[in-house]
């Protein structure tokens, strides 16, 4: 191989790299994020792919340059040999501990932010989730209420959600705010968020529980705290919609948190 | 192998390298039984679950377990074990005698041991689906019975070809009373762990 | 008619399953009136008994325990009893055969036929994904289509055919003359009809299929229709032949190499199969217990899921999954091996750091035992078990990419044949290399949390297991198809069908990843709106990617019958199996081939591997693998006989 074509290939390679992680950087992966204390989920995936770009340029670079490099010529011998060389101590060390330290690296910085994103908060509203055959339904105790419509909360107020299932077992997934949580007969599942953004998003079940599956959706509407005084108070009087879907009251259903002591 | 090449009268396969100086059925039965312990480990994973990690009660109110009677019996498939490797010892010295009474009693033992635990089953008074401990108490216990069947199968074939004046006192002429045993003794191993953690603990 | 009644076969095996079923029905319907139950027939319960015992007759019907029942009755053994072995013509391939190559063919063309068939089944469901929306097939289709292709994949193909290739090559590579139990091993290659007709069964029973996934978590499956405990058997039937298979080969690589070839004189795939077999030996007995629970929760009314009485159900998903993250390396070491064996002979350079490569192998099982609760980070488990299990599951990747960094180093510096299984050697690194990255992220427990269960995973385990399992199935399929069939493959079909595939493989599960971060959940029969163009995309790429399986058969079946003789040894590799015909004689080789020195010694001057001879004093010292022994007997070994097959 020429020189020149070696270089080119270097800047090539290294012009990829840049560009891979600007991309990456820029790129609207996952969609609205409408928790700010999770922003730090979507700065792990950036992480995360950032560190891998170099692993994955440099592997298809040497690949590359092999093919280009030590590809039998057709006037090779069928049995011309390779160098007999058998390998080097030296450098597998060296693309051992390197890639260890990488991960460990990763996994220790992972560690902080699950313990960031989990943290209790003050202030937190708590919600029950009861999942079922094929719906959501929630319960406000501070509010007393329980409802299988929409997941209607308050902006800028942090979240507790405390959630079970009334049979097989469901997933729990709010994508706009990167949660997500199985929720099974006999355990009390947990998570938090607080939204901060208002509007409509989706929540979908991401465990396959039968045949309506793919429609398990509910949606989460982030009102302000006066439109979510309104909505209590319509949902407290006798002319409260009844809950949409398949729903009937979660307070008669046989499995809703009455083995709550059983989770962790 | 030299008892292979001896009888390798079709002269077609060439007799394989022993590359290891185990015996290739012993080994095979080492792994099995290697495997059977796993199959024992994931319904002890559930007795983790259930009776560890959950904290129910062992066993829930109104369905205890007969200890003693369970006791007793744990002795008797114990003892069949010692009469197997008498069998054993019995071949390995020439004593025929002492094979075919060793096999005949630890059948005979083995038989009351199921007897007893099937009984058992009977006399519990509650079933499989009465509680998750009960789910396991039975699948465990079940499965062990499972092997005590399998063991009794392949123990009177052994017995059948012991008076049939199959098997020798050398070494490659005891490995089908050898390799049968070594099951029987794993069985009754594995009553130990199934009986201390089902009735003792 | 009466004598082929007697003899083994189909005929008796036909009649055998009939028998089978009538016990079945006579067992339950008498049980039931016994103990004076309401209803005495039960249809649901004879079937489930039935799908034990019609199996197990036709087993005995097509002659798996023949033998065994001779040896049951007292008789003398026979121990070099061969009439069952060797295939003479085509229709011996459909008989129970003791010959290790035939099995070997066997195990894989009836892998194929279930990759086919879950192959089609993925086409039926991507259709009806090309929209939101419902098109073709209802809801309950859909989740059966999904879950049987999954169980066909992984417990029909993925897992069975490494044990096929092996079962081909791997006494060939190790100088034996066959397996250590033949006829044991012909009984687990008849376990893998059983189980995948059985899961095909399933869609014709009442309730259709089973949809409850691969994984068939609890409690949705205890309360499922029929269909589930068809899948709960047949992996019964497809666990036992892997067990039986792995001890088997266990067996043999520890007792059966020829002289001369120490544990570090072995090529890496003998090493790749001692590490799986291990792995399926201590692991796949869990996945038979959580189906045991499973079972006897839907047909003897236990409990052990069911919270009510006490029960767990994430314990099934510690149980699955302590057997299925296991199981998904049990699927893809064999194709560490079938790589650095490809790579090594089409590079013809020695594998760089062979004892690195046999080291890294026994890491990743020792590690792959304590990562398991990573497809469980968002189920209802201890937090604090997340963090042991994501530094574990991260660490793995470090063997893992001291592996690719090998097979790099093995490449460097040869003189590389761009023949088809190098193709797809290079297809095999890079997206293995992508999987593997993904798998990191999906490590990552705050990363996971967001896209569990998503489309994202999806994405993962195919780059995983196609653009890496699959594609070192068909690297070892073309590098070995000289010696199973004693042709050449067509080499631009086979270029053809590697770019065909990597492109639209890359069409079809690159996006996934996409989708999968924006929150697509996976296995779900319909999608939001804002996930459409994506998916239409998925589909047709998938169109491609099914088509260009076509291409593979075509160029299989046309050479296998009519392609051109192929030599001995047309990639003049060195390890044993090369050394003998193609296809190999009955009994592998005539004489027992020894042993003198490693089996990559591309370049070294004058070393050899094998040699077929009466082992000499000099070899005697084998054992220690020093390099100096090994040349000697090399050199002093050019003049005698040897059958070494360069054509
Ligand atoms: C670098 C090595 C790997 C790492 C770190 C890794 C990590 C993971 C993680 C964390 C998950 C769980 C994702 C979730 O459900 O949220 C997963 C899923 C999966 N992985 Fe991997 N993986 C690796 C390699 C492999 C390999 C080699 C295979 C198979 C050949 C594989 C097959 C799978 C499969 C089939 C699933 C999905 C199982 C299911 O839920 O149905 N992975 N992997
Ligand atoms: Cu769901
Ligand atoms: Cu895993």
């Known amino acids: 191989m020429k020189a020149s074509h070696r270089i080119v290939g270097i800047v090539g390679a290294i012009l990829a790299t840049a560009a891979l992680i600007v991309f990456t950087i820029e790129y609207d992966w996952m969609g609205t994020l409408i928790a700010d204390d999770m922003e730090p989920i979507d700065t792990v995936y950036r992480a995360l792919t950032i560190a891998s770009i170099p692993f994955f340029i440099i592997i298809c670079a040497i690949l590359a340059f092999c093919l280009v490099e030590f590809r039998a010529k057709p006037e090779d011998d069928d049995e011309k040999d390779g160098a007999p060389f058998h390998g080097s101590t030296k450098i597998e060390i060296v693309w051992t501990i390197i890639p260890t330290i990488v991960v460990m690296a990763l996994g220790l910085y992972a560690w902080t932010v699950l313990d960031k994103v989990e943290a209790a908060q003050p ?16 319960q406000y105790p501070e509010q007393d209420i329980k409802t299988g419509g929409d997941l209607v909360v308050p902006v800028n107020r942090p979240l507790y959600f405390e959630m079970t299932s009334a049979d097989v077992i469901h997933s729990f997934y709010v994508p706009s705010a990167r949660v997500k949580r199985d929720v099974a007969d006999g355990f009390t599942t947990r998570i938090r968020f607080e939204p901060n953004k208002l509007g409509s998003y989706p929540i979908v079940c991401t465990e396959l529980c039968g045949i309506g599956h793919a429609t398990m959706r509910s949606t989460l509407r982030v009102v302000t705290p006066a439109q979510f005084t309104a909505w209590v108070a319509a949902q407290k009087s006798a002319k409260a919609p009844k809950p949409t879907g ?19 | 192998m030299e008892a292979h090449a001896a009888h390798d009268d079709h002269g077609h396969m060439p007799v394989a390298n022993s590359s290891a100086n185990v015996n290739r059925e012993w080994l095979g039965m080492v792994l099995f039984i290697t495997s059977e312990l796993m199959l024992f480990g994931s319904f002890f994973a559930a007795y983790f679950f259930i009776r560890v990690v959950q904290g129910d009660p062992w066993m829930p109110e109104g369905q205890e377990l007969p200890k003693y009677v369970a006791m007793a019996n744990s002795a008797i498939l114990f003892s069949s074990s010692a009469t197997m490797h008498w069998a054993l010892e019995g071949i390995k010295h020439n004593n025929r005698k002492a094979l075919k009474t060793g096999l005949v009693l630890t059948i005979l033992l083995g038989a009351t041991f199921f007897g007893i635990q099937v009984s058992e089953y009977v006399h519990l008074g509650f079933l499989p689906k009465d509680s998750a401990q009960a789910s396991v108490f039975f699948s465990l216990t079940g499965l062990h019975g499972a092997h005590v069947v399998v063991g009794l199968i392949i123990l009177i074939v052994v017995a059948n070809r012991a008076f049939k004046g199959h098997y020798g006192p050398e070494k490659e002429k005891h490995w089908g009373v050898e390799i049968p045993g070594l099951y029987w003794h794993f069985v009754d191993v594995m009553w130990l762990f199934v009986f201390t953690t089902l009735y003792l603990l | 008619m009466a004598a082929s009644l007697r003899s083994p076969g189909w005929y008796r095996a036909a009649f055998s399953m009939a028998i089978g079923w009538v016990v079945a029905f006579v067992l339950v319907t008498g049980l039931r009136l016994i103990l004076g139950w309401q209803q005495e027939i039960s249809w649901e319960s004879i079937t489930t008994v039935s799908l034990i015992t019609v199996p197990v007759a036709f087993l005995y019907g097509i002659g798996c325990m023949d033998y065994w029942l001779y040896w049951l009755s007292g008789k003398p053994t026979k121990v070099d009893d061969h009439a069952d072995h060797g295939a003479r013509k085509w229709q011996d391939y459909f008989h129970f055969n003791t010959d290790h190559k035939v099995i070997g063919i066997q195990y894989i063309c009836t892998t194929f036929f279930f ?19 419902m098109q073709f097939v209802d809801a309950q289709t859909f989740n059966g289509l999904f879950s049987s292709h999954a169980a066909l994949m992984i417990f029909l193909f993925m897992v069975p055919v490494f044990a096929g290739i092996a079962n081909y090559v791997l006494p060939l590579m190790l100088g034996a003359p066959d397996m250590a139990f033949p006829r044991l091993n012909a009984l687990s290659f008849w376990f893998l009809p059983i189980a995948g007709v059985m899961m095909c069964l399933s869609f014709i029973v009442p309730g259709g299929a089973f949809a409850t996934g691969w994984t068939a978590y609890a409690p949705l499956s205890m309360n499922a229709p029929m269909g589930q405990t068809f899948f709960s058997i047949a992996a019964q039937f497809a666990g036992s032949s892997s067990i039986l298979t792995a001890i088997n080969f266990l067996v043999t690589i520890i007792t059966m190499r020829a002289p001369g070839m120490t544990f570090w004189r072995m090529p890496l795939l003998g090493w790749a199969n001692f590490a799986t077999s291990l792995l399926v030996v201590l692991a796949t007995p869990f996945v038979a217990g959580s189906q045991f629970m499973i079972l006897f929760d839907r047909a003897l009314g236990m409990n ?28 893809v070491l064999p194709g560490f091996g079938i790589i650095s064996e490809v790579i090594s002979t089409h590079a013809r350079k020695p594998v760089f750091g062979y004892r690195m490569m046999a080291f890294s192998l026994l890491a990743i099982i020792v590690l792959g035992f304590a990562v398991w609760a990573h497809h469980m980070f968002v189920a209802p488990m201890q937090n604090w078990i997340r963090i042991p299990m994501m530094l574990t599951t991260m660490l793995i990747a470090v063997p893992t990419g001291v592996k690719v960094f090998s097979w790099l180093g093995t490449m460097w510096g040869g003189v590389i044949h761009m023949r088809t299984p190098m193709y797809w050697a290079f297809g095999f690194i890079t997206m293995f290399v992508l999987g593997g990255i993904s798998g990191v992220m999906l490590a990552v427990v705050p990363f996971d949390i967001a896209v569990s269960d998503t489309y994202f995973v999806v994405a993962h385990f195919h780059y995983v297991l196609f653009g890496g399992s699959l594609f070192t199935i068909f690297a070892g399929i073309y590098h070995w198809f000289p010696k199973m069939t004693g042709r050449m493959y067509n080499e631009s079909l086979g270029k053809w069908h590697f770019w065909l595939t990597f492109i ?53 079946i046309y050479s296998w019958r009519s392609g ?83 054509a």
């Open chain 3, 115 to 133: 990759f086919l068939i879950g192959g089609m089944l993925a086409m039926v469901f991507r259709a009806e994904l090309i929209a939101p929306g």
């Open chain 1, 246 to 264: 398949a729903n009937t009251d979660p307070q008669t259903w046989p499995g809703a948190f009455k083995n709550s002591e059983s989770s962790k």
């Open chain 3, 304 to 331: 052990f899921f069911d919270a009510a009485q006490g029960g767990d159900s994430v314990m099934y998903q510690h149980v699955f999954w302590f057997y299925s993250h296991p199981a998904v390396y049990i699927m």
């Open chain 3, 504 to 556: 639209s493989f890359n069409g079809t599960f690159g996006p996934q990843h996409l989708v999968g971060l924006e929150g697509m959940p996976r296995r779900v029969a319909d999608y939001a709106e804002q996930f459409a163009a994506w998916n239409m995309f998925i589909s047709i790429s998938s169109f491609v990617l099914g088509a260009s399986v076509l291409i593979f058969l075509y160029n299989m």
């Open chain 3, 564 to 646: 051109p003789i192929a030599p001995a040894n047309p990639w003049h590799a060195h390890t044993l199996e090369w050394q003998v015909s193609s296809p190999p004689p009955m009994f592998n080789f005539d004489e027992v081939p020894t042993v003198v020195g490693h089996p990559y010694e591309y370049g070294v001057p004058g070393a050899r591997h094998g040699i077929f001879k009466e082992p000499e004093p000099v070899v005697a010292t084998v054992g220690a693998p020093a390099e100096e022994t090994v040349a000697e007997g090399a050199t002093g070994a050019d003049d005698t006989s040897s059958t070494d097959g360069d």
């Open chain 1, 123 to 138: 202030n937190s509203m708590t919600i029950k989730v009861i999942g079922q055959q094929f719906a959501w339904n929630y």
